[in-house]
């Protein structure tokens, strides 16, 4: 569905703290998980993904942690870094298999 | 591997004309390709879904007659925009995805102001 709102939750961190962002997310009856960073004027970028069937995964700096219960997704990122400014997505697949719907957003601002 | 582009990166255009945007996969064949728009600090909006050589799929709200979507070849999709309002003002983002069903792969942008 569309994403409704004219202002990006915004989350200020120190450098080399870690990060935290959230997103809920709408359709229990979708099965994959991405998120996307975007930073200003360019397209997003893929961070991380997650199936359905699984509640952890982990990359390079950053952690997905998804929660079907409630409908939850979170990104983590270890010792964020100046260059982790940016607009934070996370999308969901829905019911259509490769058709995702993005969430707000939350704006990340590393403090040097 | 797996580079969207887009054309033009930026364009102005008065109200009341026509606007192409093109999508292209350089280096892979997309059999999906999808539109987006992005209002100023919201979140991408899915437009509409385009499979090569059939109709698009146009997402609910958005008017298939105004938004125009040709996915005529495995690496070019196009989106034109007509009789363009100073509404429709927006960052149009395509991205294309290839043998990975879930596999999305984001052009740049094209930011379209109408004036």
């Known amino acids: 569905g569309e994403s409704v709102g004219l202002h990006l939750p915004t989350l200020s961190v120190q450098e080399g703290d870690n990060s935290i962002i959230n997103c809920a997310y709408s359709n229990s009856a979708s099965d994959y998980f991405i998120w996307y960073k975007q930073e200003s004027g360019k397209g997003p970028q893929f961070i991380i993904d997650?199936?359905?069937?699984?509640d952890k995964r982990q990359g390079q700096r950053v952690t997905v942690l998804l929660n079907k219960t409630v409908k939850h997704l979170s990104l983590q990122i270890a010792a964020t870094q100046p260059g982790d400014s940016a607009v934070y997505f996370c999308a969901e697949n829905g019911d259509t298999g490769n058709q995702f719907y993005f969430g707000t957003g939350t704006s990340l601002t590393v403090i040097p | 591997g797996a580079v969207v582009s887009q054309h033009p990166s930026w364009v102005i255009c008065k109200s009341g004309t026509s606007v192409k945007i093109e999508c292209r996969s350089l280096d892979f064949q997309a059999t999906t390709m999808f539109w987006y728009r992005q209002f100023p600090k919201q979140s991408l909006m899915l437009m509409a879904t385009s499979n090569e050589g059939s109709k698009a799929t146009y997402e609910q709200g958005v008017e298939k007659d105004k938004f125009l979507i040709n996915h005529a070849s495995l690496t070019l999709s196009t989106l034109t925009v007509t009789s363009a309002h100073p509404e429709d003002s927006s960052f149009y983002i395509c991205?294309?995805?290839?043998?990975?069903?879930?596999?999305?792969?984001f052009g740049p942008g094209t930011r379209l102001t109408v004036t």
């Open positions: 997650i199936r359905s069937n699984m």
């Open positions: 991205s294309a995805s290839g043998r990975d069903f879930y596999e999305q792969y």
